[in-house]
């Protein structure tokens, strides 16, 4: 990868892989996307300085998961780990999970709660808002060696990031300046969003982490592409949960293009009626196929809205499922150019019956990385990657709906990957 090595043996400098800046976005505009935007590691780090680490607000936690005074949680911000905590005033902070001094990952359980964090290297020690409290030695010993006279706690503390919190759901931004977390969001998308969270408290259910080896961005256009669900999955297909010809949107938000919901209204009926002509266009639909319990696709109806299910990608790293009853957020942190974590949290409600909760459970075996969805869609994003690292075609195909950018009524179209697009390229400078 890298052009020579110095006496010494180190890195000199990067190999000719082309700079970001010689990349020139293919003449066909929103209609196609060149393959190096899955693959370039000078785009990838571009990425992390302007989206990531720029004017975005990142998904980091539930409130519920930091519920108390002391609660801590590790999460990312792209990929630059940070620790979300709740401080005794009941604030929620945001810190990096780097130690001032020598820059080691000091935090190193997934969650807990404690009175304050002590990096495992020197054991400076930092409160519950990421302020440095102490340094051993800091005066030396026996009057030699310490820190220097004017050295002062208040200018060492960790990275301190902006945070928001919208009904139980906390954002973080590197960004000082931020725009409100409302603004950002838009009113088109908290619509859906503000179903899902509208306030009433939330009980974890659990996790589930996969790495996914395909480009982060893709996981995005997955969820932006109503086209793919009406074909790749045959759960939804089967079953009625997305079928070309129920009523149904893609919706980008106004404002930027790269938020998105994804969402359909399933019919009554346990098994999609599928006229002839349909079905033919559709290798994934299996007529005859029946449900050993069909309460795993048994929709009961607790919103106050038009859509069984809503998809909602939340720029740059959130995804907000609700498919029928069964809930969760879906944290993308991405992990270089070719591939990315997926960390889910299933939830529910906290005054949600016992049957309830077995019912959110049952239906959410539809996601996870091995659920009756997910597991098509990790696949199919796999795929994509082995072939545009492979491959000398170039480019892929965005030309579905032609014309339209933006929100669409009809499943088959690519307007809302194209809407993603002509933000990216803005911002990336492409
Ligand atoms: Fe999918």
């Known amino acids: 990868m890298y052009a020579s090595q110095n006496i010494f043996g180190r890195v000199a400098g990067p190999k000719k892989e082309p700079g970001a800046e010689n990349l020139v976005w293919p003449e066909q505009g929103l209609e196609c996307i060149p393959d190096w935007v899955y693959t370039s590691e000078a785009i990838y780090e571009r990425e992390v300085e302007k989206i990531f680490h720029g004017r975005t607000w990142n998904f980091v936690a539930l409130e519920a998961e930091v519920a108390a005074p002391g609660d801590y949680k590790r999460s990312h911000v792209g990929p630059t780990p940070v620790v979300v905590s709740r401080a005794e005033d009941g604030s929620i902070h945001v810190f990096e999970n780097r130690c001032a001094h020598r820059g080691a990952e000091f935090c190193r359980n997934s969650h807990g709660n404690n009175n304050e964090f002590v990096c495992p290297y020197h054991q400076w020690s930092y409160d519950l808002k990421g302020n440095l409290q102490g340094v051993p030695f800091k005066r030396g010993v026996n009057k030699a060696g310490g820190m220097p006279r004017d050295f002062k706690n208040e200018d060492h503390g960790l990275k301190k990031l902006s945070v928001a919190t919208r009904n139980g759901v906390v954002f973080a931004s590197f960004c000082e300046?931020?725009?409100?977390?409302e603004d950002y969001l838009t009113p088109e998308i908290l619509k859906d969003f503000d179903v899902v969270f509208s306030g009433k408290k939330l009980r974890i259910h659990g996790y589930y982490k996969n790495e996914v080896p395909a480009n982060w961005k893709m996981y995005h256009e997955n969820l932006k592409d109503p086209y793919h669900a009406t074909l790749l999955h045959s759960f939804l297909v089967v079953?009625?949960?997305?079928?070309?010809?129920n009523k149904s949107a893609m919706i980008a938000d106004g404002k930027y293009g790269?938020?998105?919901t994804m969402a359909s209204a399933k019919s009554e009926d346990i098994y999609a009626s599928v006229s002839e002509d349909t079905r033919k266009e559709m290798r994934s639909f299996h007529a005859g196929m029946k449900l050993e319990d069909e309460r795993l696709v048994q929709y009961i109806k607790e919103f106050d809205s038009p859509w069984s299910v809503t998809m909602q990608t939340i720029w740059p790293n959130l995804i907000v499922q609700r498919e029928m009853n069964t809930l969760g957020v879906r944290h993308i942190v991405p992990n270089g150019p070719g591939s990315?974590?997926?960390v889910w949290t299933m939830f529910g409600y906290e005054d949600d019956t016992d049957e309830m909760t077995r019912h959110r459970l049952r239906q959410g075996n539809l996601m996870g990385p091995s659920g009756f969805l997910g597991l098509e869609d990790n696949e199919a994003l796999k795929?994509?990657?082995e072939g545009v690292s492979k491959s000398v075609s170039g480019r892929s195909v965005v030309k579905?709906?032609?014309?339209?950018?933006?929100t669409s009524e009809s499943l088959i179209?690519?307007?809302?990957?194209r809407a993603m697009y002509l933000h990216y390229r803005e911002v990336m400078d492409l």
Do not use: K, R, T
Not at 177 to 181: F, H, I, S, T
Not at 239 to 245: K, N, R, S, T, W
Not at 400 to 406: E, R
């Open 400 to 406: 579905l709906d032609p014309g339209n950018i933006g």
């Open 177 to 181: 300046d931020m725009e409100p977390l």
């Open 258 to 260: 790269i938020h998105g």
């Open 413 to 417: 179209s690519e307007a809302a990957i």
């Open 239 to 245: 079953f009625g949960l997305v079928v070309a010809g």
């Open 383 to 385: 795929f994509v990657q």
């Open 340 to 342: 990315f974590i997926m």
